[in-house]
């Protein structure tokens, strides 16, 4: 028999790190995954998860149809019966108690997939419901917050010019484990690595040696949530020792000497009591970093998911300016997208607060509400309550805190739809589940990711294998949920809806619609953003401009060169300056002047990532859960001597809402007074249907996690630093 063994091209969809891979497909499979020795960014690195791709695409718990509840069971139907008891539900809902009664949660994989970050905005607009919800309040809010103040647009975030640092900071982040958040960077440690090889250095900030922090030049241990206070003491520092020079930046800045003042109670010394750091280690820091040359600051969950997120968040941009790294080369950068248009250099800045959560009064934060309090509006009866919730790629019963409190409250909710492939921990409480294909059918191209990408990239790729009849592609779904939403019913002609209005924005800029190519609306649409961004042939006027067609061609991806600086473009403020003290950083930074020093006594829970793990929807592919148990508690040797915990054996761990037992893992790296539990896993719930991730179910750490607890300027989780108490479980 002849070998039908093909070769396609196509980028890792499973992380921040877009990888490009080589798969051999055969008939309806992925027979094989390598990476893309050719890529123009990954240049043939992969890890684990994209090696299994395969594995995941082909998983027999993988839902091919969608399901529907019928006595209490979530049993088979077509697509025309969800469809229709889609659009039933969910209209009757917004006809009996109006749009605010219909929540949507949108979750992490949404910015991977093509139909996500196309079409979630338009789910959102079209639904014109106040309870939107997002894995961003679990996750970066604060750093869009920090930024939107700072340059005056949320999403002009600046990267790591890694290839050409000399110093790099890294505070809360395990880019070893986690392959880089906010930060594109496929194969980090190789790039961590030439960074040392070329004689440069970099330090980690973090209360466990993670697999980063061992390989790091320096490892400073820290107590979890305080880095606000070190970076404080920093700030501090650049402005007594005379270092605060921001260069070239100081022409495009606003509220240096307001900083000066604000910083002033800050001293190393007072710090060091408050994040456990010595005040001479603060001073070293902070004179390394302005004496480096070229040197950046860089900060992730351990720095977004604490106490003072956004605080933190924008002090990291701080040192970045004051040092004069920001938008330098080897500094940090902003990235260019070939999908984007360069700025005008001024726009209206950024707000939060536009309207507020109906139970909590919490402040929304770019169009959205924390997801912590997503419970508080499902759970409390009165005009506005949420009745209906609409899921697409997020698994929030697994991520969000107070797990079991907001378990309890999907169980009573009138309607639920969940977009998702997997019976799993959220879905199960869904009324409909429609079922995404797998990755190897859709085409890809990552509209999030190339806006962090540490070079300027631009890669598509179609899809690998072609869509099955018993499929529809995720565009069509989120679609046809918009449809209903928009009262067009969910049998409208979508594809003729898009593309009218791709007709639109090519008649607004004189463009002849006929000239986008692409077979879907969904590839129409890229085409459009592609020709008219930075880059593009803006439709035949630029003869090397990029295009889909061009991207087509082009299988290992379009390299664009490295970063360049993007100052004053990028700026969105008001002033078309970088303000450095917005006023509602500087009133948080005001009151923490009094923050209270923490309790030397009390145990806080941090968490971690694993490199074969992936939040919580890739423990059912068994090569990625085999080997070593992966959710653990560690605890210190120091503690575990203390109270009788041995390495193997059962740990209770309580905090103010909950108790999970889980196993120990005694550890030398891991700062006594701290305990580290991965979140993501708990998947031995009645109902759930997902046979290898049941029988290495571990424990959900978000059942310990307080949804009390958040960053006031961001609405963020705090996920790093739940005070718990922690003992040996007794065998029952
Ligand atoms: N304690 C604690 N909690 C945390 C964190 C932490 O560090 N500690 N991290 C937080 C962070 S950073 C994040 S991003 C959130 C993530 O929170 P969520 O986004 O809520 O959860 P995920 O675990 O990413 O689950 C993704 C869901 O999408 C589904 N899915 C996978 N691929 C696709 C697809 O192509 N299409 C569709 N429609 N669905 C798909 C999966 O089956 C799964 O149900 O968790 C947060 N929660
Ligand atoms: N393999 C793998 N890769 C992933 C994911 C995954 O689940 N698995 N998830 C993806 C997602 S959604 C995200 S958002 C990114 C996250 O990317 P990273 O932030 O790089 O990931 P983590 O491994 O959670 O690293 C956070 C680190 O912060 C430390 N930490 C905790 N509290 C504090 C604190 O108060 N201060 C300081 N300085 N450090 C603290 C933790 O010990 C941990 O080492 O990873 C992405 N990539
Ligand atoms: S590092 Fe991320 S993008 Fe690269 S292969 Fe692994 S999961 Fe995929
Ligand atoms: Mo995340």
Known sequence: MADQTRTAYTTCPLCE????????????????VRGDADDVLSHGFICPKGASLGELDADRDRLR??????????????????????????TGVIDAHGRDAVALYLGNPNVHTLAGNLYAGLLRKVLGSRNVYTASTLDQMPKHVSCGYLFGGPFAIPVPDIDRTEFLLILGADPYSSNGSLWTVPDAPGRLKALQARGGRFVVVDPRRSRTARAADRYVPIRPGTDVFLLLGMVHELFAADLAKPGRLAEHLTGLDEVRALVTPFTPEAMAVRCGVDAATIRELARALATAGRAAVYGRIGTTTVAYGTVTSWLIDVLNILTGNLDR???????LPAHTRRGKGSGPGFTTGRWRSRVRGLPEVLGELPAVTLVDEIATPGEGQVRALVTVA???????????RLARALATLDFMVSVDPYVNETSRHADVILPPPPPS?????????????????ANFSPPPLPLPADLRDECEILLRLAAVFAGLGWRADVEAWQDGELRKACEQIGADPALLTGDTAAERALDLRLRTGAYGDGFGRVPDGL??????????GVDLGPLTPRLPEILRTPSGRIELCPQPIADAVGALADAPVPAADEFVVVGRRHLRSNNSWMHNVPALVKGRELCTVVVSRTDAERLGLVDGGTARVTSRVGRVELTVEVSDDIAPGVVSIPHGWGHDLPGVELSVASRTAGANVNRLHDDLRLDPLSGTAVLNGTPVTIEVAEPV
């Open 17 to 32: 790190a877009t990888c490009g891979l080589e798969l051999s497909v055969s008939g309806d499979r992925i027979m094989r």
């Open 65 to 90: 149809t969608p399901r529907i509840r019928r006595d209490g069971k979530l049993v088979p139907a077509t697509w025309d019966e969800a469809f229709d008891a889609v659009e039933a539900g969910l």
């Open 329 to 335: 080369a080897g500094g940090a950068m902003f990235p």
């Open 394 to 404: 997020g698994n929030p019963a697994s991520s969000v805190p107070n797990a079991d």
């Open 441 to 457: 059918r859709s085409a890809h191209y990552d509209l999030a990711f190339y806006g962090f990408a540490v070079r300027n990239v």
């Open 547 to 556: 295009s889909l067609a061009k991207l087509r061609a082009n299988p290992h």
